[in-house]
């Protein structure tokens, strides 16, 4: 248990405090651990989970991506596109696309950072731009409606009535979650590509003299964010049933918010899915909790930025507190 | 451990030159390396060291005309992969590990490379590491993370890594370089259960003692080219120093007697609990003091606590007569009081900027104009001096400090402290990953700079440098100054005995 604590100090000291938040909740109201309420924190909080991984592989490469929550609104507007185009499609050929779509803008953030040797946060900044700028040109800012029936209808993986009639019900959105969720840990934990995305974080240039292809590591880290986006993408859809060019814009960084607290370095080459997991939750449960207290919801910014702070100048203290000067840890 | 009988050699290389547009790096050396062998290969910076271990190693092409034998494949050339494939390992001096991943993912990395990626469980290759590490003949968890290590133990998981990898022949490029003498100790005999199992081991060291204690020869280059292959049976630092430099170098006393000359720093009892006490000495004007000992002795403590880093608990400092009490190294600053850390590279300077910028940051409000912003003309004066003082060969003032070689380094750091204008000057440890060259060359400034008035406190654990460049050698231990000695009248054998006992 030590060891978890020495390992992983940041996921273990959210984690304490999840607990606590979640133990403080169910006593305080009696509305926060029911099934409805339960359930529709995982609808809620879903697509920002899917997005939180994409982000994680790319933090733990050392780079940032500002750009993939925009370049999600880019996917769902010319999927609705392309849909239109071949007559309706189905959730098969809407994975395809979305995930292809993704990738595609994806690769141009890993091209313009490998090509130009400039660092992700520039390049990401200008995509985000760029997407954004191009996708309201081309809509004009305005919503689209006429969508696909498969896509807007609603899809229900759990369903249950209670004995007072309210409905609870997990839609397709959380399986797809854990589909993503499950893919990332298997990509960043059990294969030898997953090592060398650490190493390429930690050291790039120890990597690069061990014979790891750096043009690969930018090209997955980036594909992968940008496939994420694109599905989290499709999902938002199936939830919100429309494509709002501008919906989407802002989100990213609540989603890096997440990610950093739980854990993943600004830097590279640290970074759990369990930490990502528990980000996600933190900030989804902190909001929910708020809500429920009757809380005022400017609270909410206000609590997470403190937790954002505590939690990473906390985890430079203990390095401070066994006598080794570890660097404090800065943004790329 | 059985040794290889085989006496054929492990590396043979005959004739190898490479040239850079015009520049001769390496010119017709040839190398040898046998299997169980530790072989040192020593020169002066820009010899041609690193230029030969990148040829061998793949990342340089030779000239044409050159022979390469490796383990008996015959070519006139490497590539990397043909290198790593044949057991070649280098250990970089930067060690190329990955602080964030732990002791087992680290030594097992090189297995992780490729393009096409595969599962991979960490139980697969624990008991691979395990055996790796008890080969080695040390005990590190598998599962601490690499950062969490002292230096001397990452060197010893950078030696696993390349064993890891069925390594034949290693090359070691200064791994002591910022180790202490026990974790030294400890890795030197790495380095020798390493060849005592039929690894071949080429080592690359600027500490003389070292590569004549761990190795059987020594190949010396010079300029690119060889000077010759020496047993390192009776051979002495002093004989390998003249070797490498290919002059005869100054190593005679210069001590003179400044008794009569009036003191600059006095101090007298002065004590920090558990890091010194009692101290008492005297600097005249155009003294250098030397101060050595055992690293631990408290030697870099009383530096501090005389230019103000840290306080003392009692004792009483004078400076050109008056009391002083500095609280502050700006205070220090002030009073004419400059020091020169042992971690230069790291502290001293701001590697990315300028030799100019890193010259006058200590004094920018002397070099002020009308309203009070730098005067660019005055900044450039000051630097051009001190560039010209102390013979710093530098392409322009505006390159950043990073280009400059480490000799060349610790002169600006000196010519950033010299542009205060102290009264005392503190080094510490100025001549750590320098080579033997510019060590000479720094400490003609040092006698030039005493010879000015100017009173120095040298502080060194390689006793000879102290013997021949101080006019008086203080010796500390446990934090009590334990002996003086006159270096006209002190063998440098006397003084290291003195200090080992």
């Known amino acids: 248990m030590r060891d978890v604590f020495r390992t992983y100090p940041v996921e273990a000291r959210l984690s304490v405090v999840l607990l606590s938040v979640i133990a403080v909740l169910s006593v305080m109201t009696d509305t926060f651990l029911t099934l409805g309420n339960i359930t529709s924190l995982l609808n809620n909080n879903a697509v920002n989970l899917i997005w939180a991984v994409g982000l994680l592989v790319v933090l733990i490469t050392g780079g940032i991506d500002i750009s993939f929550a925009v370049a999600a609104s880019v996917v769902q507007y010319v999927a609705a596109q392309i849909f239109m185009a071949v007559g309706g499609g189905n959730w098969a050929i809407g994975f395809a696309i979305a995930a292809g779509l993704g990738i595609g803008l994806g690769l141009i953030n890993a091209l313009l950072i490998h090509g130009f040797r400039v660092i992700s946060i520039v390049i990401t900044i200008a995509t985000f731009n760029a997407f954004f700028g191009l996708l309201m040109f081309f809509t004009r800012g305005r919503n689209i409606y006429d969508l696909p029936d498969w896509w807007t209808n609603r899809v229900f993986i759990f369903e249950r009535q209670a004995a007072d009639g309210t409905w609870s019900e997990l839609n397709l959105s959380v399986a797809v979650m854990v589909a993503c969720v499950l893919a990332t840990w298997i990509l960043i934990r059990l294969t030898t590509l997953g090592r060398q995305l650490y190493a390429f974080g930690d050291n790039p240039e120890g990597a690069r003299r061990a014979g790891v292809n750096i043009w690969q590591m930018q090209v997955v880290a980036f594909g992968w964010c940008g496939m994420m986006a694109g599905i989290g993408g499709l999902m938002q859809v199936n939830i919100a049933q429309e494509v709002v060019p501008n919906a989407l814009y802002g989100r990213e960084l609540d989603v890096l918010a997440a990610v950093v607290l739980g854990g993943a370095r600004l830097g590279g080459g640290r970074g759990t899915i369990f930490g990502c997991i528990l980000g996600v939750m933190f900030v989804a449960i902190t909001q929910n909790g708020l809500n429920l207290l009757g809380i005022s919801p400017f609270a909410f910014q206000m609590i997470i930025g403190a937790a954002i702070l505590v939690a990473i100048s906390s985890s430079n203290l203990s390095f401070r507190l066994r006598g080794r000067a570890e660097p404090v840890e800065v943004a790329p | 451990m059985t040794t290889d009988p085989d006496p054929a050699p492990a590396l043979r290389l005959r004739n190898v030159s490479k040239t850079f547009g015009g520049v001769k790096a390496l010119q017709s050396v040839d190398f040898e390396v046998r299997a169980g062998e530790v072989h040192c290969l020593a020169g002066e910076n820009g010899c041609g060291k690193s230029t030969l271990i990148k040829i061998v190693t793949g990342v340089y092409t030779p000239d044409p005309g050159a022979e390469l034998e490796l383990f008996g494949e015959r070519n006139n050339t490497i590539s990397p992969n043909r290198a790593r494939a044949l057991g070649i390992a280098v250990i970089w001096q930067d060690l190329a590990l990955f602080p964030h991943m732990t002791v087992a993912e680290n030594i097992a990395f090189d297995e992780m490379v490729g393009v096409v990626p595969r599962l991979s469980f960490g139980r697969r290759y624990r008991e691979r590491v395990k055996t790796v590490l008890d080969r080695l003949k040390v005990s590190l968890k598998l599962d601490t993370r690499l950062g969490d290590l002292p230096i001397a133990q990452r060197q010893i998981v950078a030696i696993a890594r390349a064993l890891m990898g069925q390594a034949r022949l290693v090359f070691m490029d200064e791994p002591t370089a910022s180790l202490t ?52 049976e009776g051979m002495t630092q002093f004989r390998l120093g003249e070797l490498m430099t290919g002059a005869q170098l100054e190593n005679i006393v210069r001590a003179k007697d400044r008794s009569e000359a009036e003191p600059v720093l006095e101090v007298e009892g002065l004590t920090r609990h558990d890091e010194f006490e009692n101290v008492n000495l005297t600097i005249r004007r155009g003294e250098v003091m030397g101060l050595t000992g055992l690293i631990g002795a408290g030697r870099s403590e009383l530096a501090h606590a005389l230019i103000g880093m840290r306080a003392s608990d009692a004792g009483k400092v004078w400076l050109e007569g008056a009391p002083v009490r500095f609280n502050s190294i700006r205070d220090a600053i002030a009073r004419g009081v400059a020091y020169v850390s042992e971690d230069r590279l790291s502290l001293g300077l701001i590697q990315p900027q300028s030799i100019a910028d890193n010259t006058v940051i200590s004094i920018l409000n002397r070099i002020l104009g009308s309203l009070g912003l730098i005067s660019p003309v005055m900044q450039s004066n000051l630097v051009r001096h001190w560039i010209d003082e102390l013979a710093i060969k530098i392409g322009a003032p505006g390159d950043a400090v990073s280009t400059l070689s480490g000799g060349n380094q610790q002169r600006v750091v000196l010519a950033k402290w010299l542009a205060t204008e102290p009264r005392l000057l503190i080094l510490d440890s100025p001549t750590v990953g320098v080579d033997v060259g510019a060590r000479a060359g720094i400490f003609r400034i040092v006698r030039q700079l005493a010879d000015e008035g100017l009173a120095i406190l040298l502080i060194s654990d390689e006793v000879s440098e102290v013997l021949f460049n101080a006019d008086r050698v203080l010796h500390m231990a446990d934090g009590r100054i334990v002996g003086e000695y006159d270096p006209r009248a002190t063998e440098v054998s006397e003084l290291e005995a003195q200090i080992y006992a």
């Open chain 2, 181 to 232: 003498q026990s974790e030294t100790d400890a890795l030197l005999e790495v380095v020798r259960t390493l060849a005592a199992q039929g690894i071949a081991v080429v080592f690359v060291s600027h500490r003389l003692a070292e590569v004549i204690d761990v190795s059987e020869r020594v190949t010396v280059l010079r300029d690119g080219q060889l000077v010759g292959v020496f047993a390192t």
